[in-house]
Structures are given as C-alpha cells and as structure tokens.
Nanobody, 114 residues
Framework: QVQLVESGGGLVQSGGSLRLSCVAS????????MAWYRQAPGKQRELVAH???????YYADSVKGRFTIARDNAKNTVYLQMNSLKREDTAVYYC????????WGQGTQVTVSS
C-alpha cells in the first residue's frame, strides 16, 4: 500500500527553482509534523525542513532562505519550494513524518547543473 508519493523533481540549472509535492495517506499526515529529507550519492539521508501540524517550520542551515516548506491539511500534501538551487542540492528528496517515521516512498530526483 503506497502511503507517501513524492513528485516535482527534475533537472534544473543552478539558480533555478523547483516545487516538490508529497501526498501522504491520512494516517501518516494528520496531526503530525511532516518533513522533507534528501540523500545525495554516497551520503546519509539528511533532514532538510519540517513543518508542524500547526504550521511552525524549521530549516537546515544549508537551505535557510532558499527553501520554503508548506502543507495543505485538507489535501494531506506537503510542499517544498526550492529557489536559488545549487549543485550541492542535487539529491533524491523524500518526505515523511518528522518523528515516528513510516516506510519511505520512492522519492523524487533533483539534479542541479552548473
């Protein structure tokens, strides 16, 4: 049973923008802080940003000021607006709960070229 579906990735030039979306099943989404993570080749998965059920947000220093996380509770969807993309943002991006993580989705590939 598919519970997390990420989309919106692609190939973009440095300085460009992308908007990622993640649709989650209600049992995963409702009432929980949701997060975006990323995993670059040869590196561990890292937390990029998270948003509580009430809308409070957190960003990793590496993306602060460039990325914006948002959620639509009616649609069980969390978004990540990524601006001023850099080559080091290249990774597979995943969404999941911040705590009590569930099975990972397939992720969406973001590739930033110079």
């Amino acid at each position: 049973q598919v519970q997390l579906v990420e989309s919106g990735g692609g190939l973009v030039q440095s300085g460009g923008s992308l908007r990622l979306s993640c649709v989650a099943s209600g049992s995963i989404f409702s009432g929980y802080a949701m997060a975006w993570y990323r995993q670059a080749p040869g590196k561990q998965r890292e937390l990029v940003a998270h948003i509580t059920s009430g809308g409070s947000t957190y960003y990793a220093d590496s993306v602060k000021g460039r990325f914006t996380i948002a959620r639509d509770n009616a649609k069980n969807t969390v978004y990540l607006q990524m601006n001023s993309l850099k080559r080091e943002d290249t990774a597979v991006y995943y969404c999941n709960r911040l705590k009590f993580v569930r099975s990972w989705g397939q992720g969406t590939q973001v590739t930033v070229s110079s």
